[in-house]
């Protein structure tokens, strides 16, 4: 089945500062990758999505970069600011769509 | 809409008790799913269903059973409480629109159930 690694596990940035976290999956028929964020003690939340028939997805300061053949997926933040600190999930659907699996998470921390 | 919504938001059970935690969706989504989120392990699938009347095993099923009667409703089931099943639960649900694409949106997880099992 699916196996997606994430990292890294916690990462440590400046405000104002690019951070980037990475994700491999296992299964080539996986075609849709969501990142979440997820705040302390909520729930967590879909911040942005890419397909596998595009490369790169933008939204404001975050991006998700998609490369089919080395089957990895990065998320990008950039002028990173405080409420930006949360835990992070990447996650990969099956080959057959029905769920995702996700990474163990990323714990970024945007010092001021 | 109300979206995903979990109840109880908090339990404490002794080993051996039984309970079931009820996921409601009012988003006409075909897919729902249980997870359990444990610190450093992210989250992980326990049960899922894809329709109506239909279940399947995730990642984690031992100790858990489920049930989609109803398309708005999934249910988690614990027969026999264990320590290990200390945890938060979250449920999901997705659709599928356009030649069976399934979507995720942004409100698709419910707020959680807080176990403690003693």
């Known amino acids: 089945g699916e196996n997606v690694e994430q990292h890294p596990s916690t990462l440590s940035v400046q405000e104002g500062d690019s951070a980037v976290i990475k994700c491999t999956y296992s299964?080539?028929?996986?075609?849709?990758f969501p990142w979440y964020k997820q705040e302390l003690g909520k729930r967590p939340q879909l911040i942005i999505d890419i397909r596998s028939n595009v490369g790169e997805k933008k939204d404001q300061r975050i991006a998700v970069t998609l490369n089919k053949t080395a089957k990895h997926f990065s998320l990008h933040i950039t002028e990173t600011q405080p409420e930006d600190s949360a835990v992070y999930f990447c996650a990969a659907s099956d080959g057959y769509g029905n769920k995702l699996v996700f990474g163990a998470g990323t714990i970024l921390r945007v010092k001021s | 809409n109300a979206g995903v919504t979990q109840t109880p938001k908090f339990r404490v059970l002794k080993t051996g008790q039984s309970m079931t935690l009820l996921c409601a969706q009012d988003?006409?989504?075909?897919?729902m799913y249980w997870y359990r989120q444990d610190p450093g392990m992210g989250l992980r699938l326990i049960h899922y269903s894809v329709g109506e009347g239909t279940t399947a095993k995730g990642e984690v099923p031992d100790g858990y059973n489920v049930s989609r009667l109803k398309k708005q409703n999934f249910l988690l089931g614990l027969e026999s409480a264990a320590p290990s099943q200390t945890s938060v639960y979250f449920c999901a649900s997705s659709g599928v629109r356009g030649k069976n694409i399934q979507y995720f949106g942004a409100g698709d997880f419910g707020a959680g159930t807080r176990l403690s099992v003693l």
């Open positions: 299964d080539s028929a996986s075609n849709y």
């Open positions: 988003m006409n989504h075909e897919y």
